[in-house]
Nanobody
Framework: QAPLQASGGGLVQPGGSLRISCRPSGGNFRGYAIGWFRQPPGQDRMFVAGINRDGTDTEYVDSVKGRFTISRDDVKNRFYLQMDSLKPDDTATYFC??????????????WGQGTQVTVSS
């Protein structure tokens, strides 16, 4: 199983917005929930947001609720994380993965390289 590849990260000022994307190297993931995870410098990777198989339900950790929006486009086979009102604490490498549940996701695939998001003035 090839890892899902995240892209679209960059440097953004506090209060700014960024949308990062995730795409599979092959196959489609309509039968799976999709999750975004992040790993801040020197810390463990952690779950950030998840969306269920048909896109009708989402889950977020408290620290990003109201600021981040996860979505999926199964026609294009792309998954997104819209990040608004970014804070320096959001600085991390962001990864995507898939699983059976979008809440407290147990990731099933290998980890890709992730995409770096840096929030700084």
């Amino acid at each position: 199983q090839a890892p899902l590849q995240a892209s679209g990260g960059g440097l953004v000022q506090p209060g700014g917005s960024l949308r990062i994307s995730c795409r599979p190297s092959g196959g489609n993931f309509r039968g799976y929930a999709i999750g975004w995870f992040r790993q801040p410098p020197g810390q463990d990777r952690m779950f950030v947001a998840g969306i269920n198989r048909d896109g009708t339900d989402t889950e977020y950790v408290d620290s990003v609720k109201g600021r981040f929006t996860i979505s999926r486009d199964d026609v294009k086979n792309r998954f997104y994380l819209q990040m608004d009102s970014l804070k320096p604490d959001d600085t991390a490498t962001y990864f995507c993965n898939f699983g059976l549940s979008h809440t407290e996701m147990e990731p099933l695939g290998p980890w890709g390289q992730g995409t770096q998001v840096t929030v700084s003035s």
